[in-house]
């Protein structure tokens, strides 16, 4: 009896874990810039929370329209590389074993070994083995539109309701202020989390990611800044 040996690895993660730590990073980011532009345009509390919550609600409807547009197409690419396969699998099925034991050759096998092992492949799933070794399609890689889509749309929402929930409690003269500090301590706890989920350095991202999220909320307070002054 054959015992097999369950490994998990943090790829298997990685199409639901990059769409949400891509929507969380930039609910965080891009509402917490929104409104420190519009704060340092000296905004009304109210105007602050109003602009908040649009940037909330439209960042998610964008972040899962974006997703959505972007996996379906990646989607729709696998699917004609398959529909392909399988019609040269139908036209000339021994042409195609020369091509996987090929494959297998190149990666290191002998030519007897490489032809056993694509024959039994192929007996079991011929599409399978074509679509994993020579097209690069596996469970793991596979496109999902949806799944992309609501996990970006509710990382977003969940990460651009911090800095919304802070500007409700923060007065007008310390929202800046507030919104900045808790933003930067937010992300660096996302960063490192991310890394520390996907076996990566977490110094490395705390600091990438806090770098380029400071840089992006004092340009939009400058512009802000400059607005303002112009208009006021």
Do not use: C
């Amino acid at each position: 009896m054959i015992h097999y040996h369950r490994e998990r690895h943090s790829i298997g993660h990685v199409g639901w874990l990059r769409a949400a730590v891509l929507g969380a990073n930039d609910g965080i980011v891009s509402t917490a810039s929104l409104l420190l532009g519009v704060a340092a345009a000296n905004a009304t509390h109210a105007g602050l929370l109003l602009t908040g919550v649009s940037g909330l609600v439209a960042g998610a409807m964008s972040m899962a329209t974006g997703e959505y547009v972007s996996v379906s197409s990646q989607s729709d690419t696998e699917e004609a590389a398959l529909a392909q396969e399988q019609a040269e699998l139908t036209d000339d099925f021994h042409a195609e074993h020369r091509e996987l034991t090929a494959i297998y050759v190149k990666r290191g096998l002998s030519v007897d070994l490489a032809e056993r092992v694509a024959q039994a492949l192929m007996a079991h799933d011929a599409l399978g083995a074509h679509a994993r070794d020579e097209l690069g399609i596996n469970e793991i890689t596979t496109a999902r539109p949806l799944q992309a889509a609501l996990t970006s749309a509710l990382s977003f929402a969940a990460g651009a309701a911090l800095p919304l929930v802070i500007t409700f409690f923060s007065p007008v003269g310390w929202a800046g202020m507030t919104i900045a500090a808790s933003t930067l301590i937010s992300l660096a706890i996302l960063g490192g989390v991310a890394a520390k989920i996907g076996h990566a350095s977490v110094p490395k991202g705390i600091v990438r990611v806090t770098f380029w999220s400071a840089l992006a909320m004092a340009v939009a307070a400058g512009a802000g800044l400059a607005v303002g002054h112009v208009l006021g």
